[in-house]
């Protein structure tokens, strides 16, 4: 400023604020000032050095106006429609969000507030501590300030950081703390790095994920392990945005391969079980027999130690589990005494199936077991089958999914239903049922019995049916 003095207008230009605000702060004494001939003029030098000071020691917060921010004043500002200032009114819209009361059963007025988070998405909650208005149209405003400081503030920038980078950052610092199954992850993911080459982490798309999936298909790899990449992938991308190098998930807008027609329904018939048990190693033989009367997964077989298994009360607790949480076994009396005879033989309180070469625990049994069901003439059965026949049987025998599950240990029933198969015999025996209804008899009875013997498909059912109208 080369001028010696200002005027109300050029003072103003300069502090960037409107000449009324200049006046005021003038006829407050927030500013020095003197008058000539009756007009306000400033000194440059005395606006420089209120300015270094109001700088160093003032917040500009003290030289602002004085707001009058009352409720009744901030709805003149804010609210918008006819009836916004009505006293009879029960929503308040200020357009940034909406304030409404309702009563409840008891009469009491409840304060709500009404408004759309960062997502777009509509929000609609009750304040349970509003008294009156006043206390849910700050409440209001601090959602509101809330999403925009999320969305504009410098912590909501994306950090860069290439997508292989972050894969090993996810591996070093989140699969291996968190995951068990963390070699998966590893493996899978380095995959997927190898197709998306050196793009990064902000910059893959949806797109990028369905051409990742249709070059899976190409390769002949089955949709089932397709969305196991996915959910990898998924995984990792909302840790990403935890961390602050990702603000959306490419593979929310993806859609999964449906897995109904390639759910496996194999379980072992009696005669398959006697065959494979014979079969079987001496090492395999009781692995097998645990695995047929508990349901318990591989894992947790291999694992087994000794001061796991209560011989006194029949019962196991299963540790190292899935899902993560213990979970005891009950025992019935055949394994039982198996466990007994095992006890007898190796007579130590370690684990319960050592690897004679390595003194350690059998980590596969992949030879053993495929060795044990070429023997026996089984075919397309893998070891997770066994869990599935132990679950279709207990249903077969009147047990409900309730408990099914609980022994299983899944976490919701849904997942136990995958596992409650029922085999080809007991089909045939339950259509055959129909055959024995005292309800039908003579001619017809001989009738339905030949046509379930030669019934097929669909129509098999629906002649059955109509014989059972008939009479």
């Not at 196991?316 to 033989?345: H, M, P, Q, Y």
């Not at 132990?390 to 309730?402: M, N, P, T, Y």
Request: charged share 30%; hydrophobic share 35%; aromatic share 10%.
């Amino acid at each position: 400023m080369s001028q010696t003095l200002l005027t109300v207008r050029e003072l103003s230009s300069f502090l960037h604020v409107h000449p009324k605000t200049v006046y005021k702060w003038a006829t407050e004494n927030r500013l020095p000032y003197i008058r000539i001939n009756g007009l306000i003029r400033f000194r440059t030098q005395e606006i420089e050095d209120w300015q270094r000071i109001w700088s160093k020691n003032k917040k500009f917060t003290e030289f602002l106006p004085k707001l009058n921010l009352s409720l009744p004043n901030y709805d003149r500002m804010l609210l918008k429609g006819r009836s916004a200032l009505s006293k009879k009114s029960r929503r308040w819209n200020y357009g940034f969000g909406s304030v409404y009361i309702r009563k409840t059963k008891q009469g009491k007025d409840r304060w709500y507030i009404d408004y759309r988070d960062e997502t777009g998405k509509r929000v609609q909650k009750v304040v349970t501590h509003a008294q009156q208005r006043e206390d849910a149209v700050i409440e209001l405003q601090t959602k509101i300030a809330q999403i925009f400081t999320k969305d504009h503030s410098n912590q909501a920038k994306i950090k860069a950081v290439k997508f292989s980078n972050f894969v090993e950052m996810y591996i070093k610092n989140y699969a291996k703390v968190n995951k068990r199954s963390w070699k998966d992850d590893e493996y899978r993911l380095q995959k997927i790095t190898n197709f998306l080459g050196d793009l990064y982490l902000h910059d893959v798309t949806a797109l990028d994920v369905e051409k990742f999936k249709s070059h899976k298909l190409t390769d002949d790899v089955t949709k089932s392990t397709i969305n196991r990449y996915l959910t990898i992938l998924k995984r990792m991308f909302n840790v990403a945005i935890e961390w602050g190098y990702a603000k959306d998930n490419p593979v929310k807008g993806v859609k999964f391969f449906s897995e109904k027609d390639t759910l496996r329904q194999r379980i072992l018939t009696t005669d398959e079980e006697d065959r494979l048990l014979e079969a079987a190693s001496a090492h395999l033989k009781p692995i097998l027999t645990i695995a047929l009367h508990t349901g318990m997964r591989r894992g947790e077989i291999l694992n087994l130690r000794w001061n796991q298994v209560d011989l006194g009360t029949g019962e196991i607790r299963v540790e190292k589990t899935k899902s993560g949480k213990t979970r005891i076994v009950d025992v019935n009396s055949f394994l039982l005494k198996e466990l007994f005879k095992l006890k007898n033989v190796k007579n130590c309180s370690g684990y319960l199936f050592l690897n004679p070469r390595t003194g350690k625990p059998y980590r596969k049994l992949q030879t053993s077991f495929c060795g044990a069901c070429r023997r026996a003439g089984i075919k397309n059965l893998r070891f997770h089958d066994l869990r599935h026949t132990f679950a279709s049987r207990l249903v077969g025998k009147g047990v409900d999914l309730i408990r099914v599950k609980e022994i299983l240990g899944h976490s919701t029933v849904k997942i136990t239903e995958r596992y409650t198969h029922t085999n080809r015999e007991e089909k045939k025996k339950a259509v055959e049922l129909l055959c024995e209804s005292p309800l039908i008899t003579g001619k017809k009875r001989e009738n339905l019995l030949h046509i379930c013997d030669t019934g097929q498909g669909k129509k098999k059912s629906v002649i059955v049916s109509s014989f059972i109208s008939m009479n």
